[in-house]
């Protein structure tokens, strides 16, 4: 269960990566969170986030058209 949750579902790009990115602030280093995206888009996007911020992308799975990620605060 990650510690806080992001449903970024009908959003468009870049609004999963900014509502991830306000959610991420307010963690402790290594706290996870769960988002839950419907934008094809967010599989690159998150993964070229987690890549650039250093938070480490823990698990990216996807389910009938929903994407969902957990990533843990460096």
């Known amino acids: ?3 806080q949750q992001v449903d970024a579902r009908g959003l468009n790009c870049p ?3 900014v ?3 306000q959610a991420v602030k ?3 280093s290594g706290q ?3 988002v839950l995206a419907t934008d094809p888009g967010s599989v690159k996007d998150f993964a070229a986030w987690s890549k650039t911020t250093g938070n480490e992308m823990v698990e ?3 389910d009938a058209g929903v994407f969902r990620f ?3 605060k460096k």
Do not use: C, G, H
Request: charged share 20%; proline share 5%; glycine share 0%.
């Open 1 to 3: 269960m990650a510690d």
């Open 32 to 34: 996870t969170v769960e």
């Open 19 to 21: 509502k991830t990115a």
């Open 70 to 72: 957990v990533l843990r």
């Open 15 to 17: 609004m999963p990566i």
């Open 60 to 62: 990216q799975t996807s």
């Open 26 to 28: 307010a963690l402790a």
